[in-house]
C-alpha cells in the first residue's frame, strides 16, 4: 500500500509560480516511479509529468514542457512539480500518483493516487 498526500496548490496570477509537493508512505519510496496528472473542470483527467524511482528519467506533456519540472527526494518521500509562466489553461485539480511497476505517461498504469489538491490561475 501507498498513501499519496499533495499539497501546495493555490490561487496565483497568469505568469506566477506554484510547487507542489506529493508525500509519500508505506512501501520503499525509491522504488518506484511518480507521476503528476491533472483533471480540469469539464474535461478527462489527463498526463503533466513523470519520473522513474532514480530521477534519470523525466516526461512532460508538450504543453507544459519548458514550464514544469518533475522531481523528488527519495530521503524525504517527496515528489514535487515546480510549475513557472502559469496559464489559466493550467487550471485544474492536480494528482500526484505511484506507479509501482515502471515510469509512464498512462493513467491506467499507476497504481495509487493522492486526493488531488487545487490550482487556479488567473488572467
Known amino acids: 500500500q501507498v498513501q499519496l498526500v499533495e499539497s501546495g496548490g493555490g490561487l496565483v496570477q497568469a505568469g506566477g509560480s506554484l510547487r507542489l509537493s506529493c508525500a509519500a508512505s508505506?512501501?520503499?519510496?525509491?522504488?518506484?516511479?511518480m507521476g503528476w496528472f491533472r483533471q480540469a473542470p469539464g474535461k478527462e483527467r489527463e498526463f503533466v509529468a513523470a519520473?522513474?524511482?532514480?530521477?534519470?528519467?523525466?516526461y512532460y506533456e508538450d504543453s507544459v514542457k519548458g514550464r514544469f519540472t518533475i522531481s523528488r527526494d527519495n530521503a524525504k518521500n517527496t515528489v514535487y512539480l515546480q510549475m513557472n509562466s502559469l496559464k489559466p489553461e493550467d487550471t485544474a485539480v492536480y494528482y500526484c500518483?505511484?506507479?509501482?511497476?515502471?515510469?509512464?505517461?498512462?493513467?491506467?498504469?499507476?497504481?495509487?493516487w493522492g486526493q488531488g489538491t487545487q490550482v487556479t490561475v488567473s488572467s
Open positions: 508505506g512501501r520503499t519510496f525509491s522504488t518506484y516511479a
Open positions: 519520473i522513474n524511482w532514480s530521477t534519470t528519467r523525466t
Open positions: 500518483a505511484a506507479d509501482l511497476n515502471r515510469v509512464s505517461f498512462r493513467e491506467y498504469e499507476y497504481d495509487y
